[in-house]
């Protein structure tokens, strides 16, 4: 079991479920969209996140990142990561029928996605020594052509493609994602792979 500081925030409780058997962390539900009218349940992640951090663990679906997006303007920048897992189709066992967007969330994705989803996060995982790694910049994006030039769209959308990640994300959510899961070695050789 993986044994982190952070508490982890989820959207529902079958993800919770799923994360507390291979994640040693305290577990926090948003129950969904809910979490935009709970004061009670912001105020607690908000204190949560002051005294140990947080790490959003949301669906990789348009609703995950509308719920990561409010959870990431609701907490200070220095006390909150972000932790991905890629975009995966399919259907949940326990449902009768695909999503919306037919993609696994936290709960369908395997262990082993989800573990490595933590290592990459920057997570403090306790007994592990850290291991320094330099954050991909927006000035990277731009030297890499994925900003700032006439193909730039394109190059982004074949990147986010070739991730499995959603081709909807802005460019800020991208940098987020990138540093969460590549340095900027790895995603240069992507790069020179498209």
């Known amino acids: 079991m ?3 500081k952070e508490a982890i925030i989820v959207e529902g409780r079958y993800d919770k479920i799923k994360l507390s058997g291979l994640i040693d962390a305290p577990v926090i539900e948003t129950n969904g969209f809910r979490i935009f009218k709970d004061r009670e349940k912001q105020n607690l992640i908000r204190q949560i996140a002051k005294t140990r951090g947080i790490l959003v663990f949301t669906d990789s679906d348009g609703a995950g990142f509308v719920i990561r ?3 990431k303007g609701a907490v200070p920048e220095g006390q909150i990561k972000h932790c991905y897992i890629p975009q995966v189709k399919g259907k949940e066992k326990r ?3 695909k999503s919306k967007e037919g993609l696994l969330g936290v709960e369908g994705v395997t262990d082993e996605m989800i573990i490595n989803a933590v290592k990459k996060s920057g997570a403090t995982i306790i007994g592990e020594k850290a291991t320094a790694q330099s954050k991909i910049t927006k000035a990277d ?3 890499l052509g994925l900003t700032g030039t ?6 982004r959308l074949a990147l986010l493609k070739k991730l499995d990640m959603p081709s909807y994300l802005s460019t800020n ?3 987020t994602a ?3 899961l590549y340095s900027f070695e790895e995603l240069k050789e992507l790069l020179e792979k498209l």
């Open 2 to 4: 993986l044994k982190i």
């Open 69 to 71: 997006n409010f959870l």
């Open 95 to 97: 449902k009768p029928q």
């Open 141 to 143: 994006l731009y030297s």
């Open 150 to 155: 006439e193909n730039s769209s394109k190059l």
């Open 173 to 175: 959510a991208m940098l």
């Open 178 to 180: 990138l540093n969460c």
